[in-house]
């Protein structure tokens, strides 16, 4: 049975740590806190295992920056051997409110550079991904400030209870399939 890759997206380092556009890696810490597991140093990225109802389960956190994580996602795709439809991407999404989340088996990278990397470097748009609403609360010619900002205090209940959401459609996921994940969680 082929393991499951789960690709939280974000930069690394202290400055970018509970910012907007880290949401994946925050997903990325809580699954495997969840699971009582732990990151290590690895190529390209920080990885993790943990074992779900018997099927294997990495999760990365690229330490390429998000704008280049598609050398790391690549990388650990060949090198763990799986398929692109065992494999679910965490990002950002402005689109979205605050907190809600998206599930798509595929899709175009909607103007993100770490979703845009990835589709270079798979050549592909066949993949899985779960977008994190962090909403569009900023004025024109702000967007970077405002994705690259930290969360405020009235934001971070929602962000917590996303995150635990965002968690259950990962297990449903990979327990149940994309198709339930979508029609469970995309409401």
Same mark, same amino acid.
């Given at each position: 049975?082929?393991?499951?890759?789960?690709?939280?997206?974000?930069?690394?380092?202290?400055?970018?740590?509970?910012?907007?556009?880290?949401?994946?890696?925050?997903?990325?810490?809580?699954?495997?806190?969840?699971?009582?597991?732990?990151?290590?140093?690895?190529?390209?990225?920080?990885?993790?295992?943990?074992?779900?109802?018997?099927?294997?389960?990495?999760?990365?956190?690229?330490?390429?920056?998000?704008?280049?994580?598609?050398?790391?996602?690549?990388?650990?795709w060949k090198e763990l051997n799986t398929d692109l439809k065992n494999m679910m991407v965490l990002v950002d999404e402005l689109a979205l409110p605050l907190?809600?989340?998206? /599930?798509?088996?595929?899709? =175009?990278?909607?103007?993100?550079?770490? %979703?845009?990397? @990835?589709?270079?470097?798979?050549? !592909?748009?066949?993949?899985?991904?779960?977008?994190f609403g962090i909403d569009k609360n900023f004025s024109k010619g702000n967007q970077s400030d405002y994705v690259l900002g930290k969360w405020n205090e009235?934001?971070?209940?929602?962000?917590?209870?996303? /995150?635990?959401?965002?968690? =259950?459609?990962?297990?449903?996921?990979? %327990?149940?399939? @994309?198709?339930?994940?979508?029609? !469970?969680?995309?409401?």
């Amino acid at each position: 049975m082929k393991p499951y890759l789960i690709v939280g997206l974000g930069n690394p380092g202290e400055e970018y740590k509970n910012t907007r556009h880290n949401i994946g890696f925050d997903i990325a810490d809580a699954l495997v806190k969840k699971f009582d597991a732990c990151f290590e140093k690895g190529r390209l990225a920080d990885i993790a295992l943990f074992s779900l109802k018997g099927k294997k389960i990495y999760v990365i956190k690229p330490n390429t920056y998000m704008n280049c994580s598609g050398r790391a996602v690549r990388y650990w795709w060949k090198e763990l051997n799986t398929d692109l439809k065992n494999m679910m991407v965490l990002v950002d999404e402005l689109a979205l409110p605050l907190g809600k989340i998206r /599930i798509n088996p595929k899709g =175009s990278d909607g103007g993100h550079n770490g %979703l845009k990397d @990835i589709q270079s470097e798979l050549q !592909t748009t066949e993949y899985p991904r779960l977008r994190f609403g962090i909403d569009k609360n900023f004025s024109k010619g702000n967007q970077s400030d405002y994705v690259l900002g930290k969360w405020n205090e009235n934001e971070k209940e929602a962000v917590n209870l996303g /995150i635990e959401k965002s968690i =259950s459609a990962i297990q449903t996921f990979i %327990l149940e399939g @994309i198709e339930k994940c979508m029609n !469970t969680f995309n409401k």
